[in-house]
């Protein structure tokens, strides 16, 4: 077996979760066609069900039920934030999303990763911080360990891979400086 091949047996036979977050991964997925297929307008049944899954959802969220998130208990959003159609929340680690945040379509908010300087390319699960007062514009990416801050703007389609300051607006590929807010 070459270098690479056990580098990869080894990813696979290694353990990423526990046996508890196995189980409410699993029950999450069996639950998740109720919160999927739930009418648009139904906020606060969708508010319910992710607290029900240790989410932390403040008053007045407004998640699409198209929008997918993945680990509810690694969520927490702030009063008045809006989660739009089909944005993808791979919190394999703690997503914090503040108040009066918009995420637009299809956006792609990602806390997951691999090492690739380790040949078994061990899973990373790292933090995303989306301060109060951002949008993050239709199709943007935002990737693991990215502090997005307060009052900040990430045009649409940017791929951002740095933290974002204060009040600043972001676009492109990648993510560069455009103006303020």
Same mark, same amino acid.
């Given at each position: 077996?070459? $270098?690479? &091949? ?11 979760? $526990? ?6 991964? @699993? ?16 906020? #606060? ?26 680990? +509810? ?5 702030? =009063?008045?934030?809006?989660? #739009? ?12 999303? #503040?108040?009066?945040? $918009?995420?637009?379509?299809? @956006? ?6 691999? =090492?690739?300087?380790? @040949? &078994?390319? +061990?899973?990373?699960?790292? +933090? !995303?911080?989306?301060?109060? =007062? ?7 990416? !935002?990737?693991?360990?990215? !502090? ?9 389609? &940017? ?6 300051? =204060?009040?600043? !607006?972001?676009?492109?590929? +990648? @993510? ?6």
């Amino acid at each position: 077996m070459n $270098t690479s &091949s056990s580098g990869i047996q080894s990813n696979r036979s290694s353990r990423k979760w $526990t046996r508890n977050e196995l189980l409410a991964r @699993a029950l999450w997925s069996f639950v998740h066609p109720l919160y999927r297929f739930s009418p648009r307008l139904l906020w #606060g049944w969708r508010r319910f069900m992710l607290r029900c899954f240790g989410a932390k959802v403040g008053d007045q969220v407004h998640i699409h039920p198209t929008a997918k998130v993945f680990i +509810p208990w690694n969520l927490e959003i702030g =009063d008045w934030s809006a989660i #739009g159609f089909d944005v993808c929340v791979y919190n394999l680690g703690p997503l914090k999303i #503040g108040q009066n945040v $918009t995420i637009s379509q299809r @956006a792609h908010l990602c806390g997951g990763s691999h =090492d690739f300087t380790d @040949a &078994s390319m +061990p899973l990373i699960k790292a +933090p !995303i911080t989306v301060q109060n =007062d951002v949008w993050i514009c239709a199709d943007a990416f !935002i990737g693991p360990g990215v !502090i997005i801050g307060e009052r900040a703007v990430v045009g649409a389609r &940017s791929v951002v891979v740095k933290n974002v300051s =204060d009040s600043i !607006i972001v676009a492109g590929n +990648p @993510a560069k400086e455009i103006g303020h807010r």
